[in-house]
């Protein structure tokens, strides 16, 4: 079965640095998306950035940007120019391209906060 | 406007006292699921449909029912709701065709059961 972790349950970040959110993963499937999705306080699951397996160029989103390793199953995010509105709860989710289920496996969130 | 759409959004009751949560999609999207989020534990599923009149478990069915009459709608019961269901739901829908599809979820709603 597919798990994914996320070791840093929080994390603490100055407005305008850069900071990175680690995730790790754990499947035997060569084909699968992953995905980072941002929930504000207003509870809201909102889709930041996506990534495809088959793809070995990372994808970016203005200023959010991944670091995906595949062989090392890891799928890093990585905020850039962090401003307030960044703090949130984020959470890594992986969902396989043949599973029947089109199921979302998600890790247990890192909550970020921005320091003015 | 695009939305998937969750009643209520929030629900004190009390243990033993049946309830449903609704939830309804505009996207005519095939796929629709059920989830819940714990602190610590992330969002796990709990049951999924992928057509009107198939549903199947997910990963923690226990205690809940669904159905799926109509394409849009996917309600969660709830028939005999116990204090350890006490979480945030959220319904999610998307398209079947490719897993890279976004799941666009609702906005939640807060159950709490005494």
């Known amino acids: 079965a597919q798990t994914v972790t996320q070791s840093q349950p929080e994390m603490s970040v100055q407005e305008a640095e850069t900071v990175t959110l680690s995730c790790t993963y754990d499947t035997s499937e060569s084909d699968y998306y992953l995905f980072w999705y941002k929930q504000p306080p207003s509870r809201q699951m909102i889709l930041v950035i996506r990534q495809e397996a088959y793809k070995q160029q990372n994808a970016t989103e203005n200023r959010f940007s991944v670091n995906f390793q595949k062989a090392a199953k890891s799928f890093s995010l990585k905020i850039s120019d962090s401003q307030l509105g960044d703090a949130a709860m984020y959470f890594c989710?992986?969902?396989?391209?043949?599973?029947?289920?089109?199921?979302?496996?998600f890790g247990t969130g890192t909550l970020l906060a921005v320091q003015p | 406007e695009a939305q998937v759409t969750q009643n209520p959004r929030y629900l004190i009751t009390v243990t033993g006292k049946k309830l449903t949560v609704t939830c309804s999609q505009n996207?005519?999207?095939?796929?629709m699921s059920w989830y819940r989020q714990d602190p610590g534990l992330g969002l796990r599923q709990i049951y999924y449909?992928?057509?009107?009149?198939?549903?199947d478990k997910g990963d923690v069915p226990e205690g809940y029912k669904v159905s799926r009459k109509e394409k849009r709608n996917f309600p969660l019961i709830l028939e005999s709701p116990s204090p350890n269901q006490t979480s945030l739901y959220f319904c999610?829908?998307?398209?079947?065709?490719?897993?890279?599809?976004?799941?666009?979820f609702g906005p939640g709603t807060r159950l709490t059961v005494l």
């Open positions: 989710a992986y969902r396989s391209e043949s599973g029947a289920t089109n199921k979302l496996i």
């Open positions: 996207m005519n999207h095939e796929y």
């Open positions: 999610a829908s998307s398209t079947l065709s490719s897993g890279r599809n976004e799941q666009f």
């Open positions: 449909s992928m057509n009107v009149e198939v549903t």
